[in-house]
């Protein structure tokens, strides 16, 4: 699954460049997010762990246990279903269906358990199914059968045993909900020309096939899967493999079509998928090659061209991925799918690819080059799954993290495959490495496996869909390929996909394969594969190894951003890792070193006058570094002499690096500004983004003290020449160069760089004289918008918010409500406030993102403070129930408090409100924060301030 149901990485680029404000709530988000995780301690731990977990007591039958016993084994499954796209008598969207399962018995037992959820089941002689022996082999008669709601079984208890070696068949009739709950088989609408229309889909992923027929709903239950869908005419049925024949009959006086499809290879439920629709399709027949492939979307949608973009890439992509994986795509077909409703941001359904709009479709005339971006990444992701994860699949959930990591670690590899001018390979430093840091340098961090045994509840699968395993398991992913390098890491990983292929494993069987590659092309490692991974993926955290260039001395310890926070879970290995360290020495690659211990002496690190070291080249590897003041000083001097000696994303990491080993207290805050200088010079986007979210915190710590001004005149020293090249010269502008000017025109206007602002005023007021001709590139929208409306007054945002309710492409929509946001003007932040209270004005799903918005600008910050307390029981009646946009409006209008003051409002405000719902830890997180900043403010406000005037003069 690609993410998308919290933060997307991609989102993260375009929210940078639409300026400050956007660029916050996106890390506010992903730190939310993974602070919504149990905490560490009460959970046991992970295999890494010394003290062995308390399990609690097994529970006595086997119905009230959430695995599978291994009793039984499905063979093959035979599905019809029905969906009814129009309501019933009783005003319920439905569909109706009955399947049958061969499966064999592997051990002897008197009892049947298949996952059933949600299901009216069809009693037959009083039982909820039939069983009949399949070759000659007798089946037992029924005892009884029930549901059992809580661990979501149909169990079947029998008179006999059934025998080992010997097939049976159990036939089921049922009748669900076409819900519109996005999950299991749903209902999503949309409507065109004026006419409202119902499309039948699926997201089966990690729970949800059970909701829509019986099964063995475990990914290691793998089957063949022979599906039939009925639907109207006029619509079309699509499912994982090919349609075999379609079949018009008669039923309750209508006509009804019966779309039977091929059998599937060998499967997990969970990447079933099957859709009727009234979309259209795009397809390319290449010649030579047997594989189909098709977009699917709105009619309208393909004609004005947005899915072509798609099919463009997807070939090129999966011609990539059949050479890297060597194994040609194990099916015959690819369709892919935009849904108008859906939850994650795509779904790797095998041969059946489901996205959301925003992740399929690209509209040459509307979209950014973000838009774009996304749009390639997704893809790529998705399609890296069909084998890794669908062709090979984990045995369980608790090394999802290798699923997901692998498949957000090669998306950048057949996104850069298909755009080779993107440089887009570097994008995973900001895309993924320096997320995972952030959340991985809190104590509430985990490991990225978990034991089997650790993972059972519905619930407790969700929750590893988390930036751990995705970003995490991607860096820590990358770093092996990086050490093994790329020809041994394919070599080992094409082994593992053909002995694997059609069945399940182990993340230890991964290593095997990666080993044996290893040992076969003579690499010499310090460890095996196991012994260097194992520390990675079982203990939390990461490594700061720091580099005495004075002594040669190098030392490890595990990175936390809080150095007084306290590390209550135990690691058998001790918080040390088997580091592979890429180095440079001046500007010449070095050989490859391992720290192996906590400490050791490497002479050739020892730097000479002039002589500086950068380890962790090119940021190969997942830990962070620290040096002598000397060398920081030698590389400080190298980047303002020449800063292209040193790769572009080791730029990216100097900043990011020294900035959190500020946060932690071991580098001062004026050395971590210092990593900031050159970029007067610098014209890639990678390093500027860095500095961008660095500076984000002393943007909200300073932005309403006196500290601001000198802060925004050394900004502005730093832009100028950017945003000057920028607005002089209209050469096309490669990918990456387009963020960078978003950025430098956002910034400028922020720090009021001359001509700026009017700039942006100008192309807005353009706008508002005509209408209906946007001429605003698709990628300055955000960045005018917002800062137009915030140099304008009411004239202009009362144009926005015109512009907002007659929107009709969703992005365009997004891009309003947020630089509505953006005025300066007190009364139209309150009346914006207000409008968030009517549903009519912001749709309710929008409402806190909005205050959040509001929140961000400096003038309206304490407007949504006060907004957030007097409409408190408004808010936390429709907000504060259990979902997770409430906390993150807590977070939002706490995010600048640093004063004393302030940290006393949040606590009354505690006291007077003792039940929170699901805003609790969030609101003691604030507490637990806005204490920080005061400690933060006492240290370095002065310290500060004196650096930003030195240096602006
Ligand atoms: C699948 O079920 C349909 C009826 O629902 C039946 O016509 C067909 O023969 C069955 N196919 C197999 C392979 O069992
Ligand atoms: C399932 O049965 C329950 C109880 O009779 C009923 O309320 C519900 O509407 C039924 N659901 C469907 C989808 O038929
Ligand atoms: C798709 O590819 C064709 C042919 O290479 C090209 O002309 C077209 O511009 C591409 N479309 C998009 C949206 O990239
Ligand atoms: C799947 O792998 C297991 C363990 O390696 C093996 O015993 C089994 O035969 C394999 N099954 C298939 C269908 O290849
Ligand atoms: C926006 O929609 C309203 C109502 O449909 C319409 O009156 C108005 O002219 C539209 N504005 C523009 C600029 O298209
Ligand atoms: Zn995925």
Redesign the pocket.
């Known amino acids: 699954m690609s993410q998308g149901f919290y933060i997307s990485k991609t989102v993260a680029v375009i929210a940078a460049v639409v300026g400050i404000a956007a660029a916050v709530t996106i890390f506010g988000l992903s730190v939310a997010y993974s602070k919504q995780k149990p905490p560490a301690g009460g959970e046991g731990g992970g295999e890494g762990t010394l003290v062995a977990p308390t399990p609690p007591p097994e529970p006595k039958e086997p119905w009230e246990r959430y695995r599978l016993p291994d009793t039984l084994s499905p063979v093959h499954y035979n599905i019809t279903l029905w969906p009814r796209l129009e309501k019933d008598e009783h005003g319920m969207y439905i569909f109706t269906g009955h399947s049958t399962v061969d499966f064999v018995c592997v051990k002897t037992t008197d009892l049947i358990l298949i996952h059933s959820h949600q299901l009216n089941l069809t009693k037959f002689s009083g039982h909820h199914a039939t069983l009949t022996g399949l070759d000659g082999a007798a089946a037992p008669t029924i005892k009884t059968t029930w549901l059992q709601q809580k661990t979501q079984y149909l169990v079947i208890q029998l008179n006999g045993k059934l025998v080992p070696g010997k097939s049976y068949q159990l036939y089921t009739k049922f009748q669900g909900e076409l819900a519109d709950d996005l999950e299991g088989f749903y209902r999503s609408e949309y409507t065109e020309n004026g006419i409202r229309r119902i499309v039948a889909t699926t997201q089966m992923q990690a729970t949800y096939a059970r909701k829509a027929f019986p099964c063995f709903d475990e990914p290691a239950m793998k089957a063949i899967f022979h599906i039939t869908l009925m639907h109207p005419p006029g619509t079309k049925a699509l499912a994982n493999s090919r349609d075999a024949e379609i079949n018009t009959v008669s039923l309750e006086g209508k006509d009804v079509l019966i779309t039977t499809f091929e059998p599937t290879e060998?499967m997990s439920t969970y990447i079933l998928a099957f859709i009727v629709s009234d979309f259209g399709s795009i397809k390319k027949d290449e010649t030579g090659s047997t594989t189909m492939v098709r977009i699917w979307a709105r009619k309208k949608a393909l004609e004005l061209g947005q899915g072509d973009y798609a099919l463009n890439v997807t070939l090129r992509m999966l011609e990539f991925f059949e050479q890297y994986y060597n194994t040609s795509y194990p099916l015959t077909k690819s369709d892919q799918v935009a849904l108008p409703d859906f939850n994650a941001g795509a779904m790797e359904n095998w041969g059946l690819i489901t996205y959301r709009e925003t992740s399929l479709l690209y509209d040459p005339h509307t979209s950014s080059e973000g838009n774009k971006e996304r749009v390639l990444t997704v893809i790529a992701h998705e399609l890296a799954h069909m084998w890794f994860g669908n062709l090979v699949t984990l045995r369980w959930w608790n090394d999802l993290w290798l699923n997901e990591g692998f498949a957000s670690y090669v998306e950048y590899l057949g996104a850069n495959h298909a755009e080779p001018s993107w440089h887009i390979k570097d994008m995973i430093v900001q895309g993924d490495v320096q997320r995972a840091f952030a959340v991985d340098s809190f104590v509430s961090s985990h490991p990225l496996t978990r034991g089997e045994e650790e993972v059972n509840k519905p619930e407790e699968i969700s929750q590893m869909f988390d930036t751990i395993s995705y970003s995490k398991g991607a860096a820590v992913l990358r770093m092996l390929s990086e050490f093994l390098s790329e020809p041994v890491f394919v070599r080992g990983l094409s082994s593992y996909l053909h002995q694997?292929a059609?069945?399940?494993t182990v993340y230890s069987d991964l290593w095997d394969h990666l080993e044996k590659a290893a040992l076969s092309t003579g690499l010499n490692l310090p460890y095996t594969v196991h012994e260097i991974m194992n520390r990675w993926i079982l203990q939390m955290g990461f490594p700061l190894v720091t580099i005495d260039t004075a002594t040669g001395s190098i030392s490890q310890q595990h990175f936390l951003l809080d150095p007084d926070a306290v590390v209550d879970r135990p690691s058998i290995y001790n918080y040390e890792w088997i580091v592979p360290m890429k180095w440079m020495k001046n500007r010449v690659e070095q050989d490859q070193h391992w720290l192996t211990e906590k400490r050791a002496m490497f002479e050739p690190m020892r730097a000479e006058e002039g002589e500086w070291i950068l380890a962790n080249l090119n940021v190969s590897g997942y830990y962070r570094v620290n040096y002598d003041l000397q060398n920081w000083e030698r590389l400080f001097a190298q980047l303002s002499s020449d800063h292209q000696v040193i790769p572009i994303i080791n730029r990216a990491q100097i900043i990011d690096d020294a900035f959190s080993l500020a946060k932690g207290r071991i580098l001062s805050t004026t050395v971590a500004l210092r990593t900031t200088k050159y970029l007067m010079r610098e014209q890639e986007y990678i390093p500027w983004q860095a500095a961008f979210s660095s500076l984000y915190y002393f943007f909200q710590m300073f932005d309403r003290t006196e500290v601001y001004g000198s802060m925004l005149a050394y900004l502005k020293k730093l832009v100028r020449p950017l945003y000057v090249k920028f607005t002089t010269s209209d050469r096309p502008l490669s990918h990456t160069m387009v963020y960078t000017r978003g950025l430098a025109v956002s910034l400028a206007c922020t720090t009021g760089v001359a001509g700026s602002n009017e700039l942006v005023l100008g192309m807005f007021h353009q706008w508002m004289k005509e209408p209906n001709n946007n001429r605003i590139d698709p990628n300055l929208k955000s960045t005018v918008y917002c800062k137009a409306i915030a140099a304008g007054g009411e004239e202009e945002w009362d144009f926005g918010w015109e512009m907002l309710r007659n929107a009709t492409v969703a992005s365009e929509a997004a891009r309003l409500r947020s630089a509505l946001a953006c005025t300066k003007v007190p009364w139209l932040l309150n009346r914006y406030l207000e409008y968030t209270l009517d549903p009519t004005k912001i749709r309710k799903q929008d409402a806190t993102s909005t205050i959040g918005y509001i929140a961000n600008n400096v003038v309206g910050q304490s407007f949504a403070w006060d907004f957030f307390r007097s409409k408190w029981d408004y808010i936390f009646k429709e907000f504060g129930g259990g979902s997770f946009s409430f906390s993150h409006l807590i977070t939002a209008v706490s995010r600048r408090f640093s004063t004393e003051f302030e940290l006393q409002q949040l606590l009354d405000f505690k006291r007077d409100h003792p039940d929170l719902g699901s805003g609790k830890a969030a609101l003691s997180q604030a507490i637990e924060k806005t204490t920080a900043n005061i400690k933060w403010m006492a240290e370095n406000k002065k310290l500060v301030m004196d650096w930003f005037d030195t240096e602006s003069a």
């Open positions: 060998r694997f059609f069945n399940n």
